[in-house]
């Protein structure tokens, strides 16, 4: 793990402090990294054991900066490559006027998805149009790519990564709309009672999560930014009140609905009480840390989680493309206190949707049944009798 550590020293424009990140690669060498203020040392440290995590990371001090490789980038495309005057004057372009004053000065290795977001925001700020900011964000990708073919001091792709992961947004927002064009449905959109019985008979790491997930109807937000100060045992209650947003930051719930209280059964706070002697340890306390006691990330969870543990119980085969998701479970806990007898408010409520509609909008169908409205019906008609 990296350490974060204050360094404080005097000289002739009076006491001067610095912020160290101290760690080992993946290699297991060892390297620091100096910032200014903690913040950027934080930010920092997450890249690093992230990079570290997936075997990818290139220590800063080995690493070219943006515009070196740019120029490289040009070179290739002008001497090896061969490409036409106008094309390489394109590049030239947007490396001189729209890469160096944003982010030259950057080392490759120091660039993150979330940067590369920053600098497509800072363009389009400064006035270039959303298009340009696209072809600049793409010769960006292109330096990137070079840079990683010729083992210039870079792992990682992050132009390609922000794309995919705005690409796989975008399906998610789609497949989101399309479901919302139709009735969720059990065993499709989140697991039959059958399903869940299985994946609560799984013994497996992620087994308190997913318990908590299905009684407790939280996001998996919200389960990703849980404190154990939010988990009263003695009262089988969750306070809602922070998150962990999908670029593992911590802050409040997405809205003024979401802070609320949940109770959950006691199997579900027995499982909890099991699992805190279990739960690795960090600064933040979290419920459901990764293994070092930080915020987990949540494909993470999906991919290495839920993944297994549904494979484990017979649904699905592949772990890494798993059938249901952490929201499907959300789906579920709400499938379950309206078949409990839930009215649209209490699950509203506990479910901490801004509004009824929504709540109503997604799960009507649950409440309404045929043989329930032909019961209703003749008892109108027979009260209809009775007046007669």
Known sequence: MAKIRKRVWTNKNGEQEAWI????????????????TRKQADARRKQIEGEVDLGVHTPAYASQTVAEAGKAWIKQAQVVDGLERSTIRQYRQHLDLHINPFVGAKKLAQLTVPSVKKFRADLIEAGRSPAMAKRVITSLGAILGEALSSGEGVSRNVVREEVIANAAHTKRRRAVEQRKKRAIKEGVDFPTKDELRRMLAVE??????????????????????????????????????????????????????????????????????????QCPEGKLDLVFPNRRGGIADHQSLHRHGLGPLLVAAAIGTDPRQPKYGLHSLRHAAASLWIEQGFTPKKVQELMGHSTIAMTLDTYTHLWASPDDDEKAMRQMEERLRLVG
């Open 21 to 36: 990140i101290d760690y080992k690669d993946q290699h297991n060498k060892r390297h620091i990294e100096t910032f200014k």
């Open 204 to 277: 497996h790491r992620c087994h308190a999560l997913v318990v908590t997930a299905i009684f407790s109807g939280l996001r998996a937000s919200e389960l990703r930014g849980l404190t154990w100060d939010c988990v009263e045992l003695d009262r089988g209650i969750i306070r809602v009140e922070k998150r962990a947003d999908r670029w593992n930051e911590m802050g409040a719930p997405k809205s003024k609905s979401a802070r609320r209280e949940v109770k959950i059964p006691p199997y579900a706070v027995n499982t909890l009480k099991a699992w805190r002697g």
